[in-house]
Structures are given as structure tokens and as C-alpha cells.
């Protein structure tokens, strides 16, 4: 938006003795004539802007102009650059370039350099090494419809493939692990779902307004799952996978079995769903209970073997 661009570029003249329109077209990304197009605007506020051409040329704020604006420590800003760097990584919106502009704006100069490197020290990245297609363009029409509180409809395919149309006021987008969400009051159950977003297909947004609803944001953190019945299962596992159990059941689901193998106890849906995240530890993971789990993986064992076995030995 070019009000966020307007004062990132304040915030960055408060700052900066001098810069060239160069330097900040770079910054956001944007033409020398849209930054020109900006200071005008920023002189017209009742800011004076300065324009210096020929050797050390650049752009300034009238030096008697200048406020106090150091509000935050250097770690102070450092830590919001790296946040910032964080949200960028996953959600590119231009949006963040701008906020990421300001928040370097008011910091030192002479420590710019040291920011950029400390703030790059942790990096958060959970998008996936091979290009997840339509991904992002799925999330960008959920977030427009959010910020311009419209209502989406898209085509759904729940767990179970089954297909229905739905119309939602979107309220929340959730990371979870690997996958984005969104949640929002689905106008044809009359209540809040949560959908993930790879399901989605033939997302549109639908220029109706509504209003705002009480969103039960802790009741929502859960609500992915409250609809499945959990049963106890014990499992045998090899240490290599130990990492993988521990990260999603805990370290307390744990007991020693033998040197290379512990045995965890836990609680998991009996579908499908929880056969194959088994099935994906290969001969690294047993099921020992209940039966209904063993006697489905081992269905989906006989079906996974029959399509890689010799045709001379099928089953």
C-alpha cells in the first residue's frame, strides 16, 4: 500500500543523512518516478524534502526538521528484523518489505550493516524445497478476503475425499506444522471449521461484507482434531526414528526396550490416516495394540506389496 511505503520512506530519511532515489526504488522494489511521485507526496504532508543533485547528490529531510525517533535498542530492532526476515520467508507480501524498511529506518546508520547480519543469524523457513504449486496464489486470495472482511467459496475435499461446496467468513490463516489452514464460520454447517488450505479448490471471493463474529481463537487451536476419537496404541520403535516420536507424542511416551529400541505408549486416531504416518517408519516402527491398527496395516501392507511385487508372485 502506498501509505506504508510513505512512512517507511519517512522513517528512512529521519534516519539516513542522505540517500539517492535509487537506493530507495531498490528498497521497495518500485520505479525512481514512483519514489519522486512519493516525496511529492511527503512534501505536500508539510514534511520538507530535500533533493541534492550533483556530486554527493541525494534526497534529506531538512536537517531542523528532524525529531527524536530511537525509541528502540539496537537489540531491540534486531530482534524485529529478524522476526520480520522470518514472516518474509513464508509469506512474501510487499506489505513486509515496507515494514521491514521502517524498522531499518530507525536504527543507527553506522550499524545498519551489523543488523542486516545479526538479523539473518536465525532464519525460519517452513516453505518446501520444491515448489508447491498454487500454493501461494491460494493463500494471497485468502488473505485479500480477510483484510477486505469478504466472505470465500471454494470446493472442499475433507480427509474422507468427500466433496462439498462451502462459504465461509475467513478469519484466521494457521501454519501447522507443514500446512497452512484456514479458519473461519462456514455459513452452510453454522459454525466455526477449520480447512486446509491443499484441499481448497476453485477459490473465489465473494464481494459481501460481513460482520464480525466472536472468534474462539483456544478453542480453534484444537478444533482439528476434536472430532476424532483417540485410542491408546503401543508401539515399538527403533532409535532411529526416536527424534520423530518424541517431536510429536513427547518424551514422557517413552520407555527403554533392549539396546537399540523403546517402546511408547500413545494416543492416536484409529483411521487410516494414523496407518500410514505408521506405515511411513517402514520396518523402523511396529504396531504391537491395538488389533484393529495391526489388522489395517497389515491390509495396506498386502495392497502396497501387490503393486511392487514380481507379477509371478502376486497374491
Not at 525460519?124 to 515448489?131: F, G, N
Not at 486470495?141 to 462439498?164: P, T, W
Not at 473465489?204 to 466472536?214: M, N, P, Q, T
Not at 481463537?217 to 482434531?225: I, L, P, R, S, T
Request: hydrophobic share 40%; proline share 4%.
Amino acid at each position: 500500500m502506498k501509505i506504508d511505503r510513505l512512512i517507511a520512506i519517512i522513517m528512512i530519511l529521519l534516519e539516513c543523512e542522505k540517500i539517492s532515489a535509487d537506493e530507495l526504488a531498490k528498497i521497495f522494489e518500485v520505479s525512481p518516478r514512483t519514489i519522486y511521485r512519493d516525496l511529492d507526496s511527503i512534501n505536500q504532508a508539510g514534511i520538507p524534502v530535500a533533493a541534492v543533485s550533483g556530486p554527493g547528490n541525494g534526497i534529506s529531510i531538512v536537517k531542523t526538521y528532524k525529531v527524536e525517533k530511537r525509541l528502540f535498542s539496537t537489540s531491540d530492532i534486531t530482534i524485529l528484523l529478524m522476526a520480520l526476515g522470518c514472516v518474509q520467508s513464508n509469506l512474501p507480501w510487499q506489505e513486509i518489505v515496507n515494514t521491514l524498511a521502517k524498522v531499518k529506518g530507525m536504527a543507527p546508520l553506522d550499524k545498519q550493516k551489523e543488523l542486516d547480519f545479526r538479523a539473518n543469524q536465525i532464519k525460519i523457513d517452513v516453505s518446501p524445497w520444491l515448489y508447491a504449486g498454487g500454493l501461494s496464489n491460494k493463500i494471497e486470495i485468502i488473505r485479500s478476503a480477510m483484510e477486505r472482511q469478504f466472505l470465500l467459496r471454494f470446493d472442499y475435499r475433507d480427509i474422507r475425499s468427500i466433496k462439498s461446496e462451502r462459504e465461509i467468513e475467513p478469519y484466521r490463516l494457521l501454519l501447522k506444522s507443514e500446512d497452512w489452514y484456514i479458519q473461519g464460520y462456514c455459513l452452510i454447517r453454522q459454525e466455526f471449521r477449520t480447512f486446509k488450505v491443499l484441499r481448497m479448490q476453485d477459490i473465489r471471493i465473494v464481494e459481501k461484507s460481513f460482520d464480525l463474529r466472536e472468534f474462539p481463537a483456544e478453542k480453534m487451536n484444537y478444533a482439528q482434531f476434536n472430532d476424532k476419537a483417540l485410542t491408546f496404541a503401543k508401539l515399538r520403535i527403533h532409535e532411529e526414528i526416536r527424534d520423530m516420536i518424541v517431536s510429536r507424542f513427547g518424551e514422557e511416551c517413552l520407555t527403554p526396550d533392549g539396546a537399540e529400541h523403546y517402546i511408547a505408549q500413545v494416543y492416536m486416531p484409529a483411521d487410516d490416516l494414523a496407518c500410514r504416518y505408521l506405515m511411513g517408519f517402514g520396518s523402523k516402527c511396529e504396531c504391537l495394540e491395538p488389533e484393529a491398527i495391526r489388522k489395517r496395516m497389515y491390509e495396506i501392507s498386502r495392497e502396497v506389496y501387490r503393486l511392487y511385487c514380481p507379477k509371478q508372485q502376486k497374491i
